[in-house]
């Protein structure tokens, strides 16, 4: 017998999986969180572009002339929103300088800013405004 798995929603991104198996009730806490990138992340992120473009041919390249190749400074700002363990948003970012009116200003550069569509009614998407503004 399968068991019948039920969602709820809670507020902050969390939700609880409750269970229902021959009469017993057990309860999964997930959480939807955000951290910053780090070098191990890659994999990860290798299949989190996979799902979120399909159509980019070459991921890993992208990846490592994008973000990777860069010096760890540079990249710290990026941001990823998790569900568990599976990278379900990002928000790359690089740490650069630009001339502006002939002034030389330290900025970040924010690109592919995208949520998973599957969670894209829950609060991952408010990591980012939290973030960034």
């Known amino acids: 017998m399968n068991p019948l798995q039920v969602k709820l929603s809670l507020k902050g991104g969390m939700s609880i999986l409750q269970n229902h198996y021959q009469g017993l009730i057990y309860v999964k806490l997930k959480m939807i ?8 992340d890659r994999e990860a992120l290798e299949i989190f572009y996979r799902k979120a473009y399909p159509q980019r041919k070459d991921i890993k390249k992208y990846l490592d002339s994008t973000l990777f190749s860069l010096p760890l400074s540079q990249i710290k700002d990026s941001l990823i ?4 363990d599976k ?17 030389e ?7 592919d800013t995208l949520v998973l569509p599957d969670y ?7 990591f980012y405004r939290r973030v960034l503004v």
């Not at 200003?105 to 690109?111: A, C, E, L, M, P």
């Open 33 to 40: 969180y955000s951290r910053n990138i780090s070098i191990e």
């Open 81 to 84: 929103i998790c569900d568990d």
């Open 87 to 103: 990278i379900i948003g990002v928000n790359l970012c690089i740490s650069t300088k630009a001339m502006i009116n002939n002034e």
């Open 105 to 111: 200003y330290d900025i970040v550069w924010s690109y």
């Open 120 to 126: 894209r009614t829950t609060d991952a998407g408010t």
